[in-house]
């Protein structure tokens, strides 16, 4: 079993061994690809401290459809080529058969338990909620873009109408209200599922448990313990890939074309 895998299944373990018991601040910790926390966390405000959001990605329900992307563009009032959400779409090739095989990757902000785009703001305005989830105030925030660059999954940008951080917050706006985040409503193929890991009973607690030795997170390495699990993700997609999307020409406003990364997102 391979480093990145020892360090997910040792983070999950300690997440469902006992999810309404032990507070996921103490997985920071656990894991044994992380020493110690990212420079120094702020203390958490807002949200609800009995919960403990995530979301898991089953892309074998995947069909990369876009309407994740499109809805959370809609939802949130993005500016024209920038995302909170994308979902890239490669060919990805058998070494010893030579056949090629379709891969989906969705890939939105991890909402991590240790998150390295909190503790470089200067004026705090990006924050973590107690329920884990890692927002921005725009009011306070000078668009200094220290987030963006510290963000190692690339899922923060500078939103040109506001000339502030932007980037997914799983639509806590919508939580709050209890309805689903407009990316996980819009999910053809239910490949999405969100809900609080603290609670035995959601089905994001009860997939964890049945899946656990097939889940992986992006980057383990960073040491951020993200909070979003991919289900049958290939394992040449836990770093960056060399690659480029297969089907997808997006363009931003000045008509450069945006690859994997999508630069401005």
Not at 80 to 95: A, C, H, K, P
Not at 250 to 261: A, F, L, P, Q, S
Request: net charge negative; proline share 6%.
């Amino acid at each position: 079993m391979d480093f990145a895998r020892r360090a997910i299944l040792g983070q999950i373990a300690k997440l469902t061994a006992g999810a309404a018991l032990v507070p996921l601040a103490s997985i920071t910790m656990s894991s044994s690809a992380v020493a110690s926390p990212i420079n120094s966390q702020p203390a958490r405000r807002e949200g609800d401290a009995s919960k403990r959001y995530g979301m898991l990605i089953d892309l074998r329900q995947c069909i990369g459809c876009q309407a994740c992307t499109v809805s959370c563009h809609i939802e949130n009032e993005a500016p024209l080529g920038n995302f909170r959400t994308i979902v890239s779409q490669y060919e990805v090739s058998n070494e010893s058969t030579g056949d090629f095989a379709t891969m989906m990757l969705p890939r939105l902000c991890n909402q991590c338990e240790n998150p390295p785009c909190v503790p470089v703001c200067p004026v705090q305005a990006t924050f973590q909620r107690k329920d884990g989830i890692v927002v921005v105030d725009n009011e306070a925030c000078v668009g200094c873009a220290y987030c963006v660059q510290a963000c190692p999954y690339d899922a923060r940008f500078i939103n040109k109408k506001t000339q502030t951080a932007d980037k997914c917050t799983f639509c806590a706006h919508r939580l709050e209200a209890n309805l689903l985040p407009a990316c996980v409503e819009s999910c053809v193929g239910g490949a999405r599922i969100i809900g609080d890991m603290r609670a035995p009973s959601s089905q994001i607690s009860k997939m964890i448990a049945q899946h656990r030795s097939e889940l992986m997170v992006l980057k383990p390495e960073q040491g951020t313990l993200p909070q979003v699990y991919y289900l049958g993700m290939d394992e040449r997609f836990l770093s960056r890939p060399q690659a480029e999307p297969a089907l997808w020409d997006v363009r931003d406003m000045d008509g450069k074309e945006i690859g994997y990364e999508f630069l401005d997102h």
